[in-house]
């Protein structure tokens, strides 16, 4: 993906919002916050991308969607009936993205990561689930999620019955693993390991990824750094690139 800034244009990143948890009231406000984010950089943002987990669950049946997050899709339709570009990028707790988005915000959604070349700077850009040496378990699980006849099958239940099965599952798979999302790991941070073995194989200016809920800007070799956005539950940062450097900044701290 190759995208050329207007004069005064900048790009936006930003992920992890997690929108439906812990608790209506919570994600309320979270996503009041968002909005205020999504004014903001509105006023020079010429691409946004928003990497993954954007909420922490999310199906598109033939006719239905999960309900709430109407402040937030609002604004996104809003923002995108004004020319700013949307690029949606799916998580591993919102990958089931079917072309719900695409028609209504006329957004770009991309299920993998990408080389986006902003001004002649390159940044491998993706939510980061399953990548690098770690997440065993999940690389599994994601077989099963992004399998065709799988996914056929959940379409078969009924919308109550299914939403509420993936909002208990994710619930408690948050319970038990949110302390681990928020443990740096050293060198052996698998994100940063994953970004430092694809820039031996081909060069790249930035590292940009999600997932981690650990907002990071660490350096690959000399001329490389891996970056990570973190999330919107407890850090409230986002990434900002104005055509010659990448910041990564903490909105309302």
Not at 5 to 12: C, E, F, Q, R, W
Not at 144 to 156: D, G, K, L
């Amino acid at each position: 993906m190759n995208i050329k800034l207007a004069a005064g244009k900048k790009a936006y990143f930003a992920s992890d919002f997690h929108l439906g948890v812990p608790s209506f009231e919570k994600s309320l406000e979270r996503e009041r916050k968002i909005v205020r984010w999504l004014d903001m950089v509105s006023e020079d943002a010429q691409t946004i991308f928003l990497v993954g987990d954007l909420f922490d669950f999310w199906f598109e049946y033939n006719s239905v969607v999960p309900k709430g997050f109407t402040r937030f899709m609002g604004k996104l339709a809003e923002l995108s009936d004004r020319g700013i570009e949307l690029i949606i990028f799916t998580g591993n707790h919102d990958l089931w993205m079917f072309g719900y988005l695409e028609q209504e915000l006329n957004a770009k959604v991309i299920k993998a990561p990408i080389d986006v070349i902003i001004n002649n700077y390159s940044m491998l850009v993706g939510h980061g689930d399953g990548l690098g040496p770690h997440d065993k378990g999940y690389k599994s699980l994601k077989k099963i999620f992004t399998n065709p006849f799988f996914q056929w099958c959940f379409h078969r239940l009924h919308p109550n019955f299914g939403i509420g099965l993936a909002n208990y599952w994710s619930r408690k798979s948050r319970a038990q693993g949110h302390e681990k999302e928020q443990e740096f790991l050293g060198e052996d941070e698998w994100l940063w390991t994953y970004a430092k073995k694809k820039e031996s194989e081909k060069h790249r200016d930035l590292y940009l990824f999600g997932h981690r809920h650990l907002p990071l800007d660490l350096k690959v070799g000399e001329n490389s750094r891996y970056v990570n956005l973190g999330e919107w539950i407890n850090n409230y940062t986002y990434g900002e690139f104005d055509g010659q450097n990448f910041y990564l900044n903490t909105f309302e701290a």
